[in-house]
């Protein structure tokens, strides 16, 4: 079985969705500490042809807290903001009329935990995507809580069944294969073939990595069907 485990983020750039898409399980890390000015509540769309940055407020944000333990302070105001940005954004977009009533749903979701929140929004973008993949908090997988950094991906592997572990191009430094493969897993980083994953915006010069949202907006599922395969896995 092929795994990936990494941190919430909610509405992250493609190459997080083809990481989720290249495997059979995808585990949500959610028992580390929040990362402030991170991209885990944040991100950036298209706006007036330059790239705007959205952030979807927290409650008492704290790096001393674990992902799990954070909630989100997203009012109903908020969310009208926000849907309203989005809708200045792209309301002449392509696929504006199919993906509006989707991001609704999400961003209207009552839940106020943050990993909650944010695996609603996988799972209902998973769905519009026909994305198959399993998904799961590491919270809500037993294991040996003193573990740090490879030692814990490789326990939650472990207990998980995986044999086959995926993790972004940016890891290359974090995981040694030899730890990997004496505990009779297999390491394989995604590099993103950014030069396949060109879509039409409004600006003439093609604004790269924003979050989905944009993408979802400029592009059709079949178009995004083939994004997602636009990586390679490599040792």
């Known amino acids: 079985m092929k795994i990936a485990i990494m941190q919430p983020y909610l509405f992250p750039y493609i190459g997080y969705w083809q990481l989720i898409y290249a495997v059979d399980e995808f585990v949500l890390l959610d028992d580390v500490n929040y990362i402030m000015r991170g991209y885990i509540n944040r991100n950036n769309i298209l706006l007036n042809g330059k ?6 407020p927290i409650q008492k944000a704290s790096q001393n807290k674990l ?13 009208r903001k926000f849907l309203a940005t989005i809708q200045n954004a792209y309301h002449k977009s392509n696929y504006y009329a199919e993906v509006m009533p989707l991001l609704e749903d999400i961003i209207g979701n009552p839940e106020d935990d943050l990993t909650e929140f944010i695996m609603y929004s996988i799972q ?50 974090l995981y040694q294969h030899s730890a990997f493969e004496e505990n009779r897993l297999q390491l394989y980083f995604l590099d993103v073939k950014q030069n396949e994953i060109f879509y039409k915006q409004k600006p003439e ?9 944009d993408v979802l907006m400029n592009s059709s599922a079949d178009t995004i069907q083939q994004f997602l395969n636009a990586y390679e896995l490599n040792l």
């Not at 992902?67 to 969310?79: A, G, P, Q, V």
């Open 205 to 213: 010069e093609f604004v790269g990595n924003l979050s989905i949202i």
């Open 124 to 173: 209902k973008i998973n769905h519009y995507l026909d994305i198959q993949t399993n998904l799961k908090r590491s919270s809500q997988i037993e294991k040996d809580a003193s573990l740090k950094a490879q030692d814990r991906i490789i326990e939650i592997c472990k207990k998980e069944k995986a044999d086959i572990y995926i993790n972004p191009c940016g890891g290359r430094k």
């Open 67 to 79: 992902i799990m333990e954070t909630k989100l302070n997203f009012s109903d105001e908020d969310k």
């Open 51 to 56: 790239s705007h940055r959205f952030t979807v």
